[in-house]
């Protein structure tokens, strides 16, 4: 994640370099995109997240010129671009398969666009050689895509699109086709080379943990329509709706009837034979209205003994353990068979597990630990 100085979308003076005005994209009947505005601004790596058919390919492909907006208007550098044809934009797009050309070396390969603009060849080269240094490709530059690895190909699929320097790159699940630790290498190196070059990147992924690793903004998706856009702490920490709340991480959702107490305090009835939940929030919720807690297991303690002064205390049985390594996860079952999820950091190397199946015990959390949501 980028550093917390730059932030120029809380700056009422910074321009966007990109700006999506009411942009509705239909093909045929179905709405891929609905009365969407949208603002990235220069230096953002800004992340389009949400599952498959959500959208954000779609807008993606109207950023690279590939689909036009049925309606609305996109701005770039404020250009009108949504009729300019892919190839007179400053955009690159590096798609998941690399599409490298199998019969060219590393070198030509990355050279290969700057020859297509007939450049001259010192300046060619001299780029190349740039940028062959910055994605760490030096001793690699007279292989051919096939005597590389699959992390060094999608180096080099980065290297050839920053090439002829563009004001924007998109990176279509750029990682997919890694493995899970060179997947988490290549995030570091992708944020690296971002930030080196001040190149805006927006990212399309599916992968909840990549969008809240790479970028400086997440817009999260859902149908079309954009559900939440702000940073990946705001996003994990101040979720604006159950959807994003469920997306993003692991939580746990309790439904549950609203009663105001005093100022920013609400107390929550939720299941019969449970005692009433008490929490704060700035939102304004009617007496009796339906509410939703949504609690991370991080903030849910797990102990043996009732709390003394615990804001929230329920008890019941272990249900399922996951052992993560550095953590565990407890599944708890509660007397009315709704589970709620508590997580413990595993601080020794050899322990002996605390709690076992069907233990009973208790899960307590403060009174700020969840965030209530209205929907």
Not at 123 to 146: S, Y
Not at 245 to 258: L, T
Request: glycine share 6%.
């Amino acid at each position: 994640m980028q550093s917390s100085t730059f932030e120029p979308w809380n700056d009422p003076e910074a321009t966007p370099l990109i700006r999506f005005w009411n942009v509705t994209k239909k093909f045929g009947d179905f709405t891929a995109i609905h009365d969407l505005s949208l603002e990235i601004f220069e230096r953002e790596f800004f992340a389009l997240l949400g599952p498959s058919g959500c959208g954000k390919t779609t807008m993606m492909r109207m950023l690279a010129g590939f689909e036009e907006p049925t309606r609305g208007t996109i701005e770039l550098a404020g250009q009108d671009i949504a009729h300019v044809p892919p190839n007179k934009r400053a955009v690159n797009m590096m798609f998941q398969s690399y599409a490298l050309f199998p019969h060219l070396t590393v070198w030509d390969n990355i050279a290969f666009g700057l020859r297509r603009d007939r450049k001259p060849k010192d300046e060619i080269a001299a780029r190349v050689e740039e940028m062959l240094k910055l994605t760490r490709l030096e001793k690699f530059a007279r292989r051919k895509p096939d005597q590389i690895s699959g992390g060094q190909r999608q180096r080099v699929a980065l290297a050839r699109s920053l090439a002829k320097a563009p004001k924007l790159l998109l990176l279509d699940e750029p990682l997919g086709a890694l493995d899970a630790k060179l997947r988490q290498d290549t995030q570091f190196e992708l944020m690296d080379i971002q930030e080196k070059t001040g190149t805006t990147f927006v990212i399309v992924t599916h992968d909840q943990e990549e969008a809240m690793t790479v970028a400086s903004r997440i817009a999260v998706m859902d149908e079309g329509r954009l559900m939440q856009v702000d940073t990946p702490d705001r996003i994990y920490e101040e979720p604006g709706s159950v959807y994003v709340a469920d997306f993003i991480g692991d939580v746990n959702i309790i439904e549950g009837r609203a009663t105001p107490q005093g100022e920013g305090s609400y107390r929550i009835d939720w299941a019969e034979g449970q005692p009433p939940l008490t929490a704060r929030s700035e939102r304004r919720l009617a007496a009796g209205q339906t509410c939703y807690l949504a609690i991370r297991p991080e903030k849910v303690a797990i102990t043996a003994d009732r709390p003394a002064d615990a804001a929230n205390a329920i008890q019941g049985k272990v249900h399922d353990i996951a052992y993560l390594g550095n953590l565990s996860t407890y599944h708890v079952r509660l007397a009315d068979g709704q589970i709620i999820k508590a997580q413990t950091s595993n601080r020794r190397r050899i322990a002996r597990r605390q709690f076992t199946w069907e233990d009973t015990v208790w899960l307590s959390w403060t009174a700020t630990a969840g965030v209530l949501l209205e929907n």
